[in-house]
């Protein structure tokens, strides 16, 4: 992912009010993050419990998506959509996203489960067990980086195109 200012952030929400975006607590340590390694900018909002912010570079230019996680707890440990890691070292949880333009407008809303801090970037790249003999570790975790990134933009485009 290309390094990000404050405004490119706070520019890129298209289900987030003018005022949702200026009162934003912008990432920790923004311009130190490891870029290179993200796959998309998603971080939890130190001030304001239960809102998540997603950025995700897509075709068009940067898309942002800010997220409400839902009240509750799963009852079985839920399976992150997004990165589809089953020996997470992390929570999962359930956001509630509102739609871009007039369908966020009137109610309309998706659903996820994603690791509650957005540690699917770091998640795909942690080298999978070796599944029998002669199997290619390297491969299996570019194919998870490859996946995740494609959960993200299509999870993003959904919200954004209502589809």
Not at 78 to 94: R, T, Y
Request: charged share 25%; net charge positive; proline share 5%.
């Amino acid at each position: 992912m290309l390094q990000l200012t404050a405004t490119d952030i706070r520019s890129s929400f298209i289900n987030a009010s003018l005022r949702e975006r200026k009162a934003l607590t912008l990432p920790r340590d923004l311009e130190n993050l490891p870029w290179d390694k993200l796959d998309y900018l998603g971080w939890r909002d130190p001030k304001i419990p239960g809102i998540g912010y997603v950025i995700v570079e897509l075709e068009e230019g940067l898309v942002g998506i800010l997220l409400r996680q839902a009240d509750g707890k799963t009852k079985t440990r839920p399976q992150c959509s997004w990165c589809e890691d089953v020996h997470l070292p992390n929570d999962v949880v359930f956001f509630n996203i509102k739609r871009a333009g007039q369908a966020g407008r009137n109610g309309d809303t998706v659903g996820t489960l994603v690791c509650a801090g957005f540690e699917c970037s770091a998640n795909v790249r942690k080298l999978p067990p070796v599944a029998y003999i002669g199997f290619d570790v390297e491969a299996a975790r570019q194919r998870r980086i490859e996946a995740l990134g494609t959960h993200v933009r299509n999870f993003v485009r959904n919200v954004r195109d209502g589809k």
